[in-house]
């Protein structure tokens, strides 16, 4: 597919990471170091990861913290930890999705806080990139929950499609330890990167043209909204605190809103 985009400066993009993903007697409390240096956090719902204790912490530490909060999503899979595919039919995936995101909207509600976003874990994230359908069966669900929502997605045609389709707010995503395909869908098959620097020469490549290093030796355009910063690497925290010193980040409701000339 030839890639057709625009490059372009990116002055505001969003910053995101993962919490709750831990449950019963498996714990993860250095999901938290990543809380200073991002602006939006996924908190797990219960299936792929997460019980009700670890997500109250969590909703509490993202209040303190006065971080975006959103709904990380996923496949009924603990044992697996939402990384094994499944063939569902759109009516399982809506009640999945439902399901997830009421359960938080209710338990940030009494917090007083407010979800602004929805992001899908492992299989359900790549499927989500990959399959038109099953993307616009997520995109819907979570338009049935609020139409505020922002549906958060791998960058990517299959993205923007579903999210026009839908007709629901969208946050393209990149990762910047991940390495891309020509038509800028991520190479599932590579192993991410774990050195720093590469990974910030990756970013301000990204904010400067709006490029990613293809698995080609080239540069492809995407639209990105959002960086995901994944404790799953072993250069976790250092990467988001240079990542910080290179461009504060912004959620992704307020950059649109600055975008708009609102403020």
């Known amino acids: 597919m030839q890639n057709t985009l625009e490059r372009k400066v990116i002055k505001n993009i969003d910053f995101n990471c993962d919490l709750a993903q831990s449950f019963g007697i498996y714990k993860n409390n250095s999901e938290f170091e990543l809380l200073d ?16 204790l670890t997500i109250k912490n969590a909703l509490l530490k993202a209040k ?4 975006v909060i959103g709904a990380h999503i996923g496949f009924d899979d603990i044992q697996g930890f939402g990384y094994r595919p499944m063939e569902l039919s759109e009516d399982e995936i809506e009640a999945l999705v439902i399901y997830q995101v009421g359960a938080l909207m209710s338990f940030a509600k009494s917090f007083k806080l407010e979800i602004e976003h929805v992001r899908p874990h492992g299989a359900m994230y790549k499927q989500a990139s990959e399959d038109f359908n099953f993307a616009c069966a997520i995109a819907k669900a979570v338009k049935k929950c609020s139409k505020w929502l922002v ?25 910047l330890n991940k390495i891309y395909n020509l038509d800028g869908t991520v190479d599932y098959s590579a192993n991410d990167i774990e050195n720093t620097e590469t990974s910030i020469s990756r ?14 030796g080239g540069k492809t355009v995407v639209n990105a909204d959002t960086i995901h910063f994944t404790n799953r690497i072993s250069n976790a925290l250092e990467l988001a605190k240079a990542a910080k010193e290179v461009v504060s980040p912004l959620p992704v409701n307020y950059k649109n809103v600055c975008e708009s000339g609102w403020v």
């Open 64 to 67: 303190e913290k006065n971080v």
């Open 151 to 175: 549906y958060y997605g791998a960058a990517g045609d299959v993205t923007e499609k579903a999210a026009e389709y839908v007709n629901i707010p969208v946050a393209q995503e990149i990762s």
């Open 203 to 216: 970013l301000k490549l990204l904010l400067s043209n709006s490029q990613v290093y293809n698995n080609e």
């Open 37 to 52: 240096y991002v602006s939006s956090v996924n908190i797990a719902c219960g299936f792929h990861a997460g019980d009700p």
